[in-house]
C-alpha cells in the first residue's frame, strides 16, 4: 500500500480499510508490511467477540447493538468472520444484508473476511484485521464467528469481552458446544427467548457455569429477542460491565498481554510455516516422501530431517 | 514402551494397543519413539472415515456396519474421536456404550480418544493411532469424528474412503455444514431415514452434488435406519465398491502418497511448534514481549528477530 493510502487508513477512509483488508486476506505477506507501518498507531480499541452457531441470531444482534455504541459516539467496525466453503466458492450468510441499514453510516464499518483456504491463518488474518480497525480510529471492533471449535478459540485470545451466543432448543449439537464454549464466555446470551424453554436453557447454563472452576467475574446469562430489539441494553450494559471490571483490575493489562502474546505466537508460527513451505516445494522434499512411502524411513525421522537441514538427529 | 509390550502389540494383543494410543494421548512426544519402531509394520489396513454432526446416529451405525467385516474374517479397529470438553473433564457421548456388545470379540478393538488440550494436534494422534491399529494387524480401522469443521477435514486426509452421515430436518446447521462437507465426501448416508423428509434430504443433497464439479466417482446416497439395521448391507456394498474403485484405478496409489503428505506435514508442523515453544522459554522472548507492548517494536519484525536468531531481517 502506498504512503497515501496509509494515511487515507488513519484518517478512517472506507475504501482504505476496505483495501487494507483485502490484502489481509489475498496477500497475508504483502499484509505485513502495512502491519508494520500502522503499527504504531494502534492500540485504542476495545475488541468484542460475538460468537455462536449458525440461526442462533447473531448478525440481528450485532445489528441491535451498533447503535448502542453510536449513541456514545463511539466509531464502531466489525469484522465476520466467514467461514465460507471452498465448493460453494462463497459466503453463506446473510450477514451483510441483515446490516445494510448500517453500512452508510460514516461510523460503522462492516466487513466480512473469507476464510477459505485460510487454514492456520485465520487467527492471525484476524489480529491484522484488529490492527487495521484499530489504526483507523474504531474505538470500538465487534467480531464475529461461528461457533464451530477451533477458530472461536483462537478468536478468543484476541478480544476483551467475549459473548457467546445460543438459542432454546438447538439440542445435542449444542450441548457438545457448550462444554467447549462454556470457559471462553464473559458474557452469555440467551437468544430468541420467546421460544419454549428459554428459561430452561437459562438454568442449564447457570448449572454448569456452577460446576465450573470459581472466578471473580461471574459470567451474567441475558435473554435477548434480537429481532425485536428486547434485552439489547441488558447486554451493553453487561458488555460495559466486564470493560469496567478489566480496567479497575489489573486484569486489562494482562489481557493485552495475552493477546499480545497469541499474536506474536501466531506469527511465528506462520514465519517458521513459510520456511517450511518452502522445504516443501524443493526435489529433497518429494524424494523424502518416496522413501517414507516405501518406508525406508518413517515419518518422523523424514521430519527431523527437514527440520534439521538435512542432518539426522542423534538419537 | 518395552520391546515386550512393541511385540505384544505386533500381535494384536489388545493391552498393549490399549498402552499404546494412551501414549499417543498423554505422551505425544513419547509416542514418537514408538511411530518409528511400529512404521515398518504398517501400511495394510483399510481406513473408513464416519463423520456427522451429534445426534446423527454414527455410533450405531459404526455398531451395525461391524459385524458385516467381521462376517468376512477381518479384524476391526475403531477409533472414536473425542472432542471432550476441557470444562466437563470427560467424554460427552455414550458410544461405547453402544457398541458395547462388540467388545468382547478378539477381533474388535473400539477405542476413544480424548481431544481435549490437544488443539492443533489431533489430527496428528489420529494418524498416529492409526499406524497402532494398522501394525497391530486390523484389517479395517473405522475413524468416527463429530462433523463439526476442521478435525473433520484433517480427518479426511487420513482416510481411504469416507462416509458423511446426515439425518432428515437437522436444519440450518446441517445446510452450513453440508456446503464445507460436501466434497470430502466419498459416500451420503442419510440415516433415521423413516423420518419425514427423508427423500427430501436425499433429492438436497442430490441437487447440491449436481452442482458440484464433475468426478469420476458418483458419490451415492444411501438410506439407512441404524437402530433397526435397515440400509447398512447397502453402506458395506459401497464401502466395497469405492474400495474396488481406488484399487483399480491408480487412485489408490495417490491416495497414499495423499496420506503420506498430510502425515509429514503434521509432523513438520509439531516439529515447529515445539521448535516456537523453545524460544517462548526463552529470557529474551519475554523481553521482546514487553517492546511489542510498549510499541517499541511491531510484532512482524520481533517475529523476524526471535526467528533469525537475534539478526534483523534487512529490508
Redesign the interface.
Known amino acids: 500500500m502506498s504512503e497515501e493510502l496509509i494515511q487515507k487508513l488513519l484518517e478512517g477512509d472506507k475504501r482504505a480499510i476496505a483495501k487494507a483488508i483485502s490484502l489481509v486476506e489475498n496477500e497475508p505477506n504483502n499484509a ?1 508490511q502495512l ?2 507501518e500502522i ?2 498507531y494502534t ?1 485504542n480499541s476495545y475488541v468484542i467477540g460475538i460468537t455462536g ?3 442462533t441470531g447473531k448478525s440481528t444482534l450485532i445489528a441491535k447493538l451498533i447503535p448502542e455504541f453510536l449513541k456514545e459516539k463511539k466509531r464502531v467496525g466489525v469484522l465476520l468472520i466467514d ?1 465460507s ?4 466458492g462463497g459466503a ?1 450468510f446473510g450477514n451483510r444484508i441483515r446490516m445494510s441499514d448500517l453500512t452508510n453510516d460514516e461510523n460503522v464499518y462492516i466487513r466480512s473476511m473469507a476464510t477459505r483456504g485460510m ?1 492456520g491463518g485465520v487467527s492471525r488474518a484476524t489480529s491484522d484485521a484488529i490492527k487495521i480497525f484499530d489504526a483507523s480510529g474504531k474505538e470500538i471492533i465487534i467480531i464475529e464467528t ?1 461457533g ?4 472461536d ?1 483462537d478468536v478468543f485470545n484476541k478480544v476483551h469481552t467475549n459473548v457467546v451466543i445460543t438459542v432454546p432448543g438447538l ?3 449444542v ?3 457448550k ?2 464454549i ?2 471462553i464466555a464473559d458474557i452469555f446470551v440467551v437468544n430468541k427467548a420467546d421460544r419454549e424453554n428459554a428459561d430452561r436453557t437459562v438454568s442449564d447454563l447457570e448449572e ?1 457455569l456452577s460446576i ?1 472452576p470459581k472466578k471473580e467475574w461471574k459470567v451474567p446469562i441475558i435473554k435477548t429477542i434480537a429481532t425485536e430489539g428486547k434485552g439489547i441494553d441488558k447486554l451493553y450494559y453487561e458488555i460495559k460491565r466486564h470493560q469496567n471490571y478489566l480496567m479497575t483490575s489489573n486484569l486489562m493489562q494482562e489481557k ?2 495475552k493477546i ?2 497469541s ?3 501466531d ?7 513459510n ?2 513451505q518452502d522445504k ?1 516445494k524443493s526435489k529433497k522434499f518429494d524424494e ?2 518416496g522413501r ?2 516405501s ?1 525406508e524411513i ?7 530431517e ?2 534439521n537441514n538435512g542432518k539426522r538427529e542423534i538419537r
Chains 1, 2 share one sequence.
Not at 464451530?148 to 477458530?151: E, L, R
Open positions: 505485513k502491519i508494520k503499527y504504531p492500540g452457531a449458525p440461526g467461514p466453503s471452498p465448493f460453494s453463506i487454514l461461528v464451530t471449535g477451533q477458530v478459540v439440542g445435542d449439537y450441548q457438545t458446544l462444554a467447549g462454556l470457559e454448569m465450573g493485552q498481554k499480545c502474546y499474536d506474536l505466537i506469527i511465528i508460527e506462520q514465519g517458521i510455516r520456511k517450511v516443501v523424502i516422501l517414507i512411502i518406508k518413517d515419518p518422523y525421522s523424514a521430519s527431523e527437514i527440520l
